[in-house]
């Protein structure tokens, strides 16, 4: 395809295998490295999946309870024992790095160690179905930032192995044809150039031997007598 | 240190408040693309939004979506569950995979 751009030179035939080597290692290690980002990948992805699915569930059961809640107790009420929260959540994130994507990694504190310390109200005035809410939220908690750090890999790696397939595709169809083409296009041609050397030096051979030998005219002279 | 919100209407969201996250009511779409901004701004790693949120902005919810922080994770709302969050992870299976193959044998059930 790209032939015609090629100047068939010694030098040029050495430069594209030199360059073939490299893309030819440069696919494999890609590829490798897709597969491999594949393969955990699809790992991630089915947790992602269950998380979200438990995660789904469990917020809507939550939610119904704060419905609940919110149908015993006047709106005032509810505000007023949310509003001052006693526990703190704070993230301590660092990287992991799978083969060359760097993905989050959550590690959370709370504030208060106790996990049953989560009710920020006295218990006299609210009813019991927030209790419930916000236990049942409070214990979803874990999950929810486990799927937030999942889901998030999931994204980051997905992105990953697009541009690592197109490479590898790239590489595979595009430049390595393309360049074992020009190769054997250089190779045919100095060959070639070879060939018509050679066949030049024979003739001129042929026409120095005539030049000092005078066989054509011998002959003709040897016919003639 | 990092933080955590959670962004959408404040009947989805507020019981978040009694776990320590921050809780971020909205009214309408314009304003959660504006508190988006400011928290991602900020030292917030992950960011929960209501499912509503999350289909209303998907140009603002795209720009963190190469970013490693932070995190934008769709949570189903007080209305209910759309399936837009595992929509969104069938998504990433294409993307990455070029087929689906996680969710089809599932899809083909409920058909």
């Known amino acids: 395809m790209a032939a015609t751009h090629v100047n068939p030179t010694r030098m040029e035939l050495t430069r594209l295998k030199k360059k073939l080597v490299t893309a030819m290692r440069g696919h494999k ?3 490798d490295k897709r597969d491999e980002l594949m393969r955990q990948y699809l790992d991630l992805v089915r947790l992602n999946r269950s998380l979200r699915e438990k995660v789904e569930e469990g917020i809507r059961f939550a939610n119904r309870n704060f419905v609940l809640a919110r149908a015993g107790m006047p709106d005032e009420e509810v505000n007023v024992a949310l509003m001052a929260p006693k526990q703190e959540v704070t993230l301590q994130v660092s990287d992991r790095n799978v083969m060359s994507v760097e993905v989050p990694v959550f590690e ?3 504030r208060t160690s106790d996990p049953n310390d989560i009710y920020s109200y006295g218990f006299a005035f609210t009813s019991g179905d927030l209790d419930d809410a916000v236990k049942s939220l409070a214990d979803l908690m874990p999950d929810m930032l486990r799927l937030a750090e999942v889901e998030k890999s999931c994204r980051l790696m997905a992105a990953e192995i697009e ?3 197109r490479r590898v595709n790239a590489l595979e169809h595009i430049m390595i044809p393309d360049l074992q083409e020009n190769i054997k296009y250089i190779t045919m041609k100095l060959d070639e150039n070879e060939r018509s050397t050679q066949i030049r030096l024979m003739k001129v051979k042929d026409m120095m031997l005539e030049q000092a030998h005078h066989y054509k005219e011998r002959a003709e002279e040897a016919f003639a007598g | 240190m990092y933080k955590i919100a959670v962004l959408g209407d404040r009947d989805s969201i507020y019981g978040f408040a009694s776990l320590g996250l921050e809780v971020r009511p909205v009214r309408d779409l314009s304003e959660a693309a504006a508190e988006l901004r400011r928290l991602a ?8 939004v209501t499912e509503a949120v999350f289909e209303g902005i998907p140009s603002e919810i795209e720009r963190y979506e190469s970013q490693q922080l932070p995190a ?7 209305s209910g569950n759309t399936g837009i969050g ?3 992870v069938k998504k990433t299976v294409e993307q990455a995979v070029g087929s689906d193959i996680i969710f ?3 899809n083909e059930r409920s058909r």
């Open chain 2, 86 to 88: 595992m929509r969104n």
């Open chain 1, 29 to 31: 290690l890609l590829k």
């Open chain 1, 163 to 165: 541009k690592t397939r």
């Open chain 2, 41 to 48: 701004e900020q030292d917030y790693a992950v960011i929960y």
């Open chain 2, 72 to 78: 934008v994770i769709p949570i189903p709302g007080v």
């Open chain 1, 108 to 110: 959370y504190q709370t």
């Open chain 2, 104 to 106: 089809n044998s599932e």
